[in-house]
């Protein structure tokens, strides 16, 4: 069997002063103020900070903590707010909160991990199996919380997380421990075991979750809550397919990989398999019903989110615990500058030359025959493509997801435009690849930005021309620097206006960008324009610079985010006017 070594504070006299007594801490928890929820969360850290370095029994110290759930509950869901959907950079205030928030955590994981070592010390273990598993899974979830806070706001976790993670794991099922019923420490009064702990938060870990929208992550624990014990911990390493499966590695300070083709693994390593395969059933049959017209609320989901929204997140999860990718083309260690803007106005504004967006006046009419349209190049083909080869799925009908301005070294530029101002930040590239970049900021910045944004970037070497990507991933691992991966749309956009077909004039036009078609890569052009604010099927006037304006069809989404779309157009049959 292997010992249980865990992090823990020394222990010290502290000028803090805190309740030892149950009755009496109890009753100074009920008498804080929580409605100022800074000023007792404040009280909380302190009192649990002096409690965590001083020796007490572990009965005791047990009860304590467990005085505390409730109240760091509370403060925590009042103050989350406040920063887990702010943009990037976070202030330096909202970064100290959310700092904050996560040491709470560590406390309490602390106070439990503090109780585990005084028990493991302790010759006579009978009659303590209750404490001890209670001890186990509050220690698991506490550090699951602090994961959850670090990606919540794109911070990287703390060292050795993961590996206490899996010691506390590893050392409970050999004292028969990790699958003991006890009750959770949230939601209040629900059953769990360790091991479905564990199961979830390495789901979380498996999310990829500097990639997800701005507090998605809490959206996937709190569905894993309900459906997590659907995936099951093994230590046979036998698969039929790796897809779905996962390797644990015990003795790492890692969350688990993607299980690995054609591996020889030694005896004695201290491995682990999470097979997801069945969770991966429930999700998918979740996203069918979700497609049929069903909603979240009669299918009990476990998503408090709209319908569509919901669709969304469950495709995500499919995606990452149901393929293993693999990267076709390596990374290119660069370095220089490039300037970067956000936003489909922004980028419109800068590709244009910087002319203020003014709308077109041009009259068409809406004869429109529907019936007849042009169909781009390679849109059927695109429709019926097979999954990449690259990647394996566990389920295969999974729908088709859909000049700068002179500037200073460290400053951003701003520019006026249509609506407001637009502004350009300097960011420093740290490598490349064929379809996108890694790029990074020090310092403070006034381009705002938030994980599926749309960004354009402008190289050095490129004035003139702008580039349009999708932010996919985004970290922040110091208070004045951030990280961020940028997946490429188009080398070069063009800046256009759009308009719904009406038979009335004075049309109300908006900037849109049109990406044109790849021919070597199979793909045909795309309009990127504001989420939701066109469907498919939808027809629309469309203008270019220098052209007649033309009636198109939007025909289908190739990609979508929370704030753009990338809709395939065709032309379709439309009487113009005589000049």
């Known amino acids: ?51 965590n370095r001083q020796e007490l029994d572990a009965t005791r110290r047990f009860e304590l903590m467990e005085l505390y759930t409730g109240p760091v509950a509370t403060v925590t869901a009042a103050l989350e707010p406040y920063f887990v959907r702010a943009a990037l950079p976070l202030t330096p205030k909202k970064r100290q909160l959310a700092e904050f928030i996560r040491q709470l955590h560590m406390e309490m994981a602390y106070g ?44 990287p976790h703390p060292p050795e997380v993961w590996r ?25 009064g629900a059953k769990t075991t360790l091991e479905h702990d564990y199961a979830r938060i390495l789901l979380l870990g498996l999310s990829n979750p500097y990639q997800l929208p701005q507090n998605e992550c809490r959206h996937v624990q709190r569905f894993l809550l309900h459906w997590g014990a659907k995936a099951a911990l093994r230590e046979n390493l036998e698969v039929p397919h790796p897809a779905g499966h996962f390797l644990i590695d015990l003795a790492t300070d890692s969350p688990p990989a993607p299980f690995p083709r054609d591996v020889q693994f030694q005896p004695g ?15 998918h049959f979740f996203i069918q019903r979700l497609q049929k017209g069903d909603s979240a609320r009669s299918l009990s989901v476990g998503l408090d989110a709209l319908d569509k929204v919901c669709l969304e997140i469950l495709q995500r999860m ?71 080869r690259n990647e394996d799925f566990i389920s295969l009908d999974q729908p088709v997801e859909k000049n700068p301005p002179s500037a200073r070294a460290d400053t951003a530029e701003t520019a006026p435009g249509f609506g407001g101002i637009f502004r350009v930040d300097r960011w420093q590239i740290k490598d490349a690849a ?75 036009y908006q900037p849109a960008l049109l990406l044109p078609a790849i021919e070597a890569l199979r793909r045909p052009a795309t309009l990127l324009l504001p989420r939701g604010a066109f469907s498919p099927g939808t027809n629309l006037l469309l203008v270019e610079e220098g052209k007649e304006a033309r009636a198109v069809r939007l025909l289908k989404c190739l ?21």
């Open 1 to 51: 069997m292997t010992g249980l070594s865990l992090s823990l504070p020394a222990k010290r006299v502290s000028a803090w002063m805190t309740e030892t007594d149950p009755k009496y801490a109890r009753a100074w928890l009920a008498s804080l103020p929580f409605s100022d929820s800074a000023e007792s969360a404040r009280e909380i850290y302190q009192a649990l900070y002096t409690l």
């Open 112 to 155: 439990y991990k503090a109780c585990l070592q005084d028990l493991e010390r302790q010759r006579m273990r009978w009659g303590r199996k209750s404490l001890r598993a209670g001890a186990f899974e509050r220690a698991m979830h506490y550090l699951g919380e602090v994961l959850l806070h670090s990606y919540q706001v794109y911070m």
């Open 164 to 188: 206490e993670i899996h010691a506390i794991y590893r050392h409970a099922g050999e004292h028969d421990l990790a699958t003991e019923v006890v009750e959770a420490a949230a939601p209040a």
């Open 269 to 283: 390593q201290a491995l682990r398999l999470l097979d997801a395969v069945e969770l991966l059933r429930t999700i």
């Open 318 to 388: 499919q995606r990452s615990w149901g393929q293993v990718p693999r990267r076709r083309f390596s990374r290119i260690p660069r370095s220089g500058p490039t300037f970067l803007c956000a936003g489909i106005p922004a980028l419109h504004f800068f590709a244009s030359g910087q002319k203020p967006f003014s709308p077109p006046a041009t009259e068409v009419r809406s004869d429109v025959l529907d019936e007849k349209f042009n169909l781009p190049a390679h849109i059927e083909r695109e429709t019926e493509r097979e999954p990449d």
């Open 434 to 508: 064929p379809k996108g970049l890694q790029l990074a900021r020090h310092g403070s910045a006034r381009t705002f930005l938030r994980v599926g944004d749309l960004v354009g970037i402008q190289q050095i070497e490129e004035i003139g021309r702008w580039s349009a990507g999708v932010v996919r991933w985004m970290k922040s691992p110091r208070a004045d620097e951030l990280e961020m991966g940028v997946e490429l749309l188009a080398s070069n956009v063009m800046p256009v206006a759009v308009a719904p077909v009406r038979a009335a004039s004075g049309r109300d």
């Open 559 to 579: 990609e979508y985010t929370h704030v753009f779309e990338a809709l395939v157009f065709a032309d379709v049959l439309t009487e113009f006017p005589r000049r």
